[in-house]
């Protein structure tokens, strides 16, 4: 099947209702301005004409928000797996072979096990482990030009410095990415390590931290169109 871009939420429920209850179905999240989401794209279009029996669907998360906050879309590039009517997986961020097995697994089409990893003694698993959550993180904190990370989403942030940057960013027209670190533990737990920063929320520009939301204040005190001509390109 190729790939369909949803026009509305109406649209969405019209495409899911429709198809057979035992049609898979991938939903592929995306912003048009965040590169990540660019590779994936293209990952998303190329899987979708090898896997006949199941529906690919792609949709703007920020053209769409009704539909991103009724699968709690955290970031971007997101993908839900449905089948059955139910959502059986869901993945966040640039992972074309974690994509790509996920997809073949809910066609029914198994892949070869993989071979079993020799035992390791647990100082190296953890430096692995340290290592691979740092990778992730170097990822997220650029996955779009201005990444917030902070407490609930933009639609219903879970804390009033969550809510009070999200409407700085808001009022001085800054499109932003963001993540939800209520999601995921370990992103909020390394993401303190990673950034020596220990508090939420946390603000990226172009990969680089810029702080929290006193920070944030403290810039628009020095300069009140900080983030007017704040360049992103």
């Not at 590779?39 to 690919?56: P, R």
């Not at 932003?176 to 939420?200: C, E």
Request: glycine share 4%; net charge negative.
């Amino acid at each position: 099947m190729s790939v369909v871009e949803v026009t509305s939420e109406s649209h969405f429920n019209e495409l899911t209702t429709s198809l057979p209850s035992t049609t898979p179905i991938t939903v592929s999240f995306h912003t048009p301005w965040a590169a990540p989401c660019k590779q994936m794209n293209a990952v998303f279009s190329f899987l979708a004409t090898q896997y006949k029996d199941i529906a690919f669907l792609s949709v703007d998360a920020e053209a769409h928000p009704e539909i991103s906050e009724t699968f709690d879309v955290s970031a971007v590039p997101f993908f839900v797996l449905i089948k059955n009517g139910k959502v059986v997986r869901e993945l966040s961020g640039a992972d074309p072979k974690e994509l790509s097995a996920a997809i073949q697994e809910l066609s029914g089409q198994q892949a070869a096990a993989a071979p079993a990893p020799v035992a390791e003694n647990d100082a190296k698993e953890e430096t692995t482990a340290e290592e691979d959550l740092n990778a992730r993180l170097a990822k997220l904190v650029s996955a779009a030009p201005v990444m917030l990370f902070m407490k609930g989403t933009p639609a219903a942030p879970q804390c009033g410095f969550s809510r009070q940057l999200v409407g700085i960013l808001r009022e001085n027209q800054v499109r932003f990415g963001f993540f939800d670190i209520l999601k995921d533990d370990a992103v909020r737990q390394g993401l303190k390590k990673f950034s020596d920063w220990p508090t939420f929320p946390q603000l990226y520009v172009n990969g680089e931290l810029q702080g929290g939301l006193d920070i944030a204040k403290e810039m628009l005190a020095e300069d009140p169109n900080y983030f007017k001509n704040l360049q992103t390109a």
